[in-house]
């Protein structure tokens, strides 16, 4: 796959900067106390950070764009991380809750589990994370030559659970950019 996100980095801004985020990110925010730490991985050009940085969390972003990360730190004001999160090392992080919306819908099924452990590593004991991922089977290339891996509920559950997570709260919603897809939202607190 060539590099969709920094080749498109202004197109992919202008296409979901503008989404409200409330219908997502509120559950989390419902549970964080006024000043948790946030990090967001695959924080794109910070329209969910820009969202609970004025609810008065403390947020940080991770991106592996330059070029969406520079946007991030420009249109939200903090410190964004640079990096390819299916290698970084999370653990020294320790965030009371960590985001990632659509940030998994490229990781191969094969890895999916153990990305998704690296990046939990970054939580604090009992810290909560929000994941959303396109619901179906296998993979599916869009018309723009990316590639998404698709999940069925029953299959998710089993990779949270064995990762030792609970779900708090589950929902399942079209999307926004009105593609008529189906995203997948778990609220989830680390055991």
Not at 42 to 48: E, L, T, V
Not at 58 to 78: H, I, Q, T, Y
């Amino acid at each position: 796959m060539k590099d969709y996100y920094r080749e498109n980095h202004e197109k992919y801004f202008e296409r979901t900067f503008n989404i409200d985020p409330s219908s997502f990110l509120s559950p989390i925010a419902a549970e964080l106390a006024p000043g948790a730490f946030i990090l967001d991985v695959g924080c794109g050009s910070g329209r969910d950070l820009l969202w609970l940085k004025t609810l008065g969390f403390k947020v940080m972003g991770f991106e592996r764009s330059p070029e969406l990360a520079e946007l991030a730190r420009k249109n939200a004001e903090c410190d964004v991380l640079e990096g390819d999160f299916t290698s970084y090392d999370f653990s020294s992080i320790r965030a009371d809750a960590v985001i990632l919306i659509g940030t998994l819908v490229h990781i191969p099924h094969a890895d999916f589990l153990t990305v998704l452990r690296n990046i939990a590593a970054g939580l604090k004991y009992k810290g909560l994370m929000l994941i959303t991922a396109k619901e179906g089977t296998g993979a599916a290339e869009g018309a723009d030559g990316r590639i998404f891996y698709l999940f069925r509920n029953e299959e998710l559950e089993i990779i949270l659970t064995l990762l030792g997570f609970r779900i708090h709260d589950f929902s399942r919603d079209l999307s926004k950019t009105g593609t008529g897809e189906t995203w997948l939202r778990y609220l989830l607190q680390k055991e």
